[in-house]
């Protein structure tokens, strides 16, 4: 008997791609494919994201507020990416019947505590009992009258920026990963705080929008992937040059302590949620943000760093 192709098989992004053709887009301006749904012009948009236990965060490395927050900003940063910001959320908590019950108030109040930094409004939530503990986050954002700004529009000519730098969440999972003690290390410190719980500026997307931004993402998979969907969604390439690629000195310190090489991090690593974006010109980037490539013509191998195609991968969900 043939097996049936498994979940892991096929992959995230080849079934987020089937989930989006049989959704379609009825009701809505954005539907499946991009960062977030936008419901109607000009004003509602919508995003949702998943964390659970020992596959997002762990609890003997977090702490309850910190896994809370770090969801919040998970789904916060794809209304970011459409060049919106974020008035609501809406959280649904899931735990085994054992759990204690501090565990699950602790990650309301990182959730709680993160919304209103963001200067949104917790709408509502569920708790239900699972086999793991995991949060569910859907964020609501307002676009202010502005157009979406879309993944897909990408042209050639245009220039590829961050809005901030890359790698240090990835970095801060390998100092835990690693098990070396390096946690009264203030460089260590640093990147373990941005892997419990991310600090991007999601403020730039609206920034981003306002500049005329022609594509907007957020890098929560990896700089590889991100540049990936980019490229499939506009149907262009893009040349980046690693070393234009922006990392703290932080990520740089920890990477000599370990001694690895700080590179797969930023390009691969993921869940830093800062905001990768094409713009007509350098003139075009907002200020803070860093050039790190320009957008080409499509051709076989769409994504080129250093002229090579990527050595790294980035985050699978599945």
């Known amino acids: 008997m043939t097996s049936r192709p498994t979940v892991a098989d096929v992959g995230e992004r080849a079934l987020l791609t089937q989930f989006a053709r049989a959704a379609g887009t009825p009701g809505s301006v954005v539907g499946p494919g991009d960062d977030a749904a936008v419901v109607d012009p000009g004003a509602t948009v919508l995003s ?61 109040r990182g959730v709680v505590g993160c919304a209103a930094a963001l200067g949104a409004s917790v709408l509502g939530g569920d708790l239900v009992e699972a086999s793991d503990v995991s949060v569910s986050i859907t ?44 946690l009264n290390d203030p460089a260590a410190c640093e990147v373990v705080s941005a892997f419990r719980c991310p600090a991007p ?52 310190a920890v990477a000599v302590a370990l001694r690895a090489d700080p590179r797969p991090w930023a390009l691969g690593g993921g869940e830093d949620h800062e905001l990768l974006g094409a713009f007509a010109g350098p003139d075009a980037v907002p200020r803070g943000w860093t050039v790190i490539g320009r957008v080409v013509p499509d051709r076989a191998e769409p994504v080129l760093i250093d002229g090579e195609p990527p050595r790294v991968q980035g985050w699978q969900s599945v």
């Open 201 to 252: 500026d999601l403020g730039q997307g609206p920034v981003a929008a306002r500049a005329g931004a022609h594509a907007l993402t957020d890098v929560s998979d990896g700089l590889v992937v991100e540049l990936a969907v980019l490229c499939s969604a506009s149907g262009v390439g893009v040349d980046v040059d690693s070393g234009a690629v922006p990392v703290t000195d932080a990520v740089r």
């Open 139 to 182: 964020a609501v954002g307002v676009l202010d009258g502005r157009e979406p700004v879309r993944v897909s529009g990408a042209r050639p000519g245009d220039v590829l920026a961050v809005s901030g730098p890359l790698g240090a969440s990835a970095a801060g999972y390998a100092v835990l990963a690693s098990g070396v003690d390096l």
């Open 48 to 108: 949702v994201d998943t964390a659970v236990a020992g596959r997002h965060f762990r609890l003997d490395w977090s702490t309850p507020e910190q896994i809370g927050a770090r969801a919040v900003i998970a789904a916060a940063a794809d209304i970011a990416a459409m060049g919106a910001r974020t008035t609501g959320v809406l959280v649904a908590l899931a735990a085994p019947s054992t759990t204690p019950a501090d565990v699950v108030v602790g990650i309301n």
